[in-house]
Nanobody, 120 residues
């Protein structure tokens, strides 16, 4: 089992940047592929980005491609989401997720979320 805690959210103007972090504890962090998801008010949770166990593979939702970058540091048990050129439609609660199967979209472990608000 792994515990996840997100941080780094906040209020930013459109065009600005934020860097989210997800700290993991519990079983070996490198055993998990990691993902970021987000949920806006009144909408379903949606995929944002994912990274493989070693960090060698990443993929992104089309809506964030070219603006967001996912990375991980297995020595520090953390995964990051660098968000640039933020838009008001990026406003959401952002969640970190851990999974053991790369083929599955999500795994069973979620953080509590961190709020990102982008003002126009």
């Amino acid at each position: 089992q792994v515990q996840l805690v997100e941080s780094g959210g906040g209020l930013v103007q459109a065009g600005g940047s934020l860097r989210l972090s997800c700290a993991a504890s519990g079983r070996t962090f490198s055993s998990y592929a990691m993902g970021w998801f987000r949920q806006a008010p009144g909408k379903e949770r949606e995929f944002v980005a994912a990274i493989s166990w070693s960090g060698g593979s990443t993929y992104y939702a089309d809506s964030v491609k070219g603006r967001f970058t996912i990375s991980r540091d297995n020595a520090k048990n953390t995964v990051h989401l660098q968000m640039n050129s933020l838009k008001p439609e990026d406003t959401a609660v952002y969640y970190c997720n851990a999974k053991t199967s790369w083929a599955r979209l999500t795994g069973p472990y979620w953080g509590q979320g961190t709020q990102v608000t982008v003002s126009s």
